[in-house]
């Protein structure tokens, strides 16, 4: 018979067994009793959780005295003094970080370690320790950046820049007769109040980040920040030379003639180098003074060398004769009176019968022969047509332009064939005007049983003028006789000449100061009409 043998195999098994429990129960002993220490270490006198660092400063397991201890061993901060100092032209502000708030408290940093992974529950706060003894895990503790104190700051800012901000002064400008002064006004300044704001929010980073690496062995003023700021320029305003130059220049005035018939005086033109004065300016520093010298162009003619060639020269004259009709020379006399010491200005119009006005017995004038629409007829004002011929005659040759002239019905003696001028209160009218560069003057006198007429001016040229006259056609005058009881037989008693018609053309002929004919220019074409002669005989006596 056979068995089996159980008993020394049984007791093997269960001593494994044993042993399995007896070590899971060490086990758990052991980590209820680290647990325990845990509970111990995060529930008694409060600590620093393990592997928290406050940068390079290792705060594990500290109490809070400890950490405050330790925080003042790193120089955790540095010195609340440390300043932001700003520097800018004349002058600099400067802030300290305790003005600012900004001043580091070690107080509030070590409540932070303490604080940093605790959640309040023992048994977590308990496990969290054990985690970071078991496993280390270094946790940095961050603390906050402090508030930028960006309104201090704006504040700082603002201020300076209203001490820098400074409008430009103002550029003076003065003109005498000798220069134009230029005085250039100082230069403003603009200061960027957000550029500003920029540059101090930089240099207090810096002062902060030097904060934070203070070490108590640093010499004192270590980690203070200098930060400069320069306003920009603001030019003062630059008159513009141009617009300069235009209210100051002025271009030379001759000396005139005026309508008052007085000289008025030259002036003589002025103006600066404008191209040398953009030069000085540009080179100019503010509140500097430019003197720019005017500069004077004579004008062309002066008063005084205008009064010299005033009426200089003798441009025209005729004599022409006077018949012995005292009433015809009294209104001629009156005629030359109205005329004479006539002054005319370049451009001015001449109307003799606007010169004369209406002749009338109330002014003198009388009633002789006179010719109207080729009647023989008695006028009062009769015989000034010989004025009017002996001006026509003279304004040619001092070449002026007529304007209106109408020749006699008869060609008259007292001037060449062709340069007459009949007038009319009404019409016709003798008019011409004046075309050269001066004033002429008209004298008019009776002189020696001779109208004498002169026209005064002043003559810039060598060259003259001749009148010249062709007749192109003859019309011989008839004669008529007329019989009268009281004409004694044999004789006779002539009353009328006559006259030939005929056609005559007049010249201009223009010659240089050494004689030679430049050019020949024809002036009218004059029809003149025949009037028969009249003769008295005795009766039975006409041819």
Known sequence: MSYKRYGPQTRSGRGWLLGIVI???????????????????????????????????????????????????????????????????????????????????????????????????????????????????VLELELPEPDPAEEPLRAMADSVADTLEREPGKTVVFADDKAVEITLGASGAHADREALLELLKEGLSRVLAAQREYDPAYPRGWGDVTVHYAPAEVPAEVPDLEELYASVASEPVNAVFDESYQVQAEKAGRGFDLEAAKRLLAAAEPGETVRIPLVYTEPEMTAEALEALLFRDLLASVDTPLTADGVRTENIRLAAERVNDT??????????????????????????????????VQEVGGGICQLSSALYWCVLLADEEVLERTNHAYYQTYLPYGFDATVSWGGPDFSFRLRGDYPIRIYARIEDQQLHVELWGTKLSEGHIELEYEVNQVVPHGTLYLENKNVRSGSQVILDYGRDGMTVTTYRAYYDGAGELLERVEEAVNEYASRDAEIIVAVGEKP
Do not use: H
């Open 23 to 137: 070590f899971v129960l060490a086990v758990a002993l052991a980590c209820g009793g680290v647990f325990l220490w845990a509970r111990t270490q995060v529930s008694g006198e409060a600590r620093v959780m393990p592997s928290v660092m406050l940068g390079s400063t290792d705060l594990t397991g500290m109490t809070r005295s400890q950490v405050l201890s330790a925080l003042e061993r790193a120089g955790y901060g540095g010195p609340a003094g440390m300043r932001l100092t700003l520097r800018y032209p004349g002058g600099e502000q400067e802030v300290t970080l305790e003005e600012l708030g900004l001043a580091p408290d070690p107080e509030e940093a070590a409540d932070r370690a303490m604080a940093w992974e605790r959640s309040g529950d023992l048994n977590r706060d308990a496990l969290t320790w054990l985690r970071s003894r078991v496993r280390p895990r």
């Open 343 to 376: 002054i005319l200005l370049p451009g001015q119009i001449f109307s003799y019968n606007a010169a004369l006005g209406e002749r009338t017995e109330e002014k003198g004038y009388g009633p002789a022969n006179a010719y109207l629409n080729g009647e023989l």
